[in-house]
């Protein structure tokens, strides 16, 4: 219990004292279910990039993105994780203020507190890549709704690299 406040407390303090460029713009809950069979949730902040990239002529398509930086608790692997992860966001639908969809890809890192999950999965090591895909909606207060899946792995950096993924449903509050 006392490695999750430590971990949960380092990553708030860090978003409490980073620079104002990087402003709060919203928080993420999710729970989602892994390929061992158990369940995960996490809590999330994001910060959103400081333009869009790119939008296309018409104005119907626009990429943005943001950082993600997230902690997770998986439930009965005996473990936590906390990542930071950039995200890009491929948006449809002209910025009119209604609801629009998106698809998402990002990778970045996650550092888990065990290596060796509950004895079912060797990841080799504490540090692992983390690649997600999603989908979802925009609402017009800037919340959203979506899927995420994530794949976790160290890439052959130590062995074994058993990796584990997760599936899961996120709400994200606009800030």
Known sequence: MRNKGLMLGSMLSVMAFSSPVFALDGLTLEAGHTNESTDAYRLAAQFEFASEMWRSDGGAVALDGYWDAGYTYWNDLDTQSISLTPMFR?????????VTPFLEAGIGAALFSESNLDDRRDLGSNFQFEDR????LRFASGSE???RYYHYSN???EQPN???NKAALYYRFAI
């Open 133 to 136: 895909i999603g989908a979802g």
């Open 145 to 147: 709704l979506g899927l």
């Open 162 to 164: 058993q990796g584990i």
């Open 90 to 98: 491929l948006q449809f639908g002209p910025d009119n203020g209604g």
């Open 155 to 157: 890439a052959g950096i």
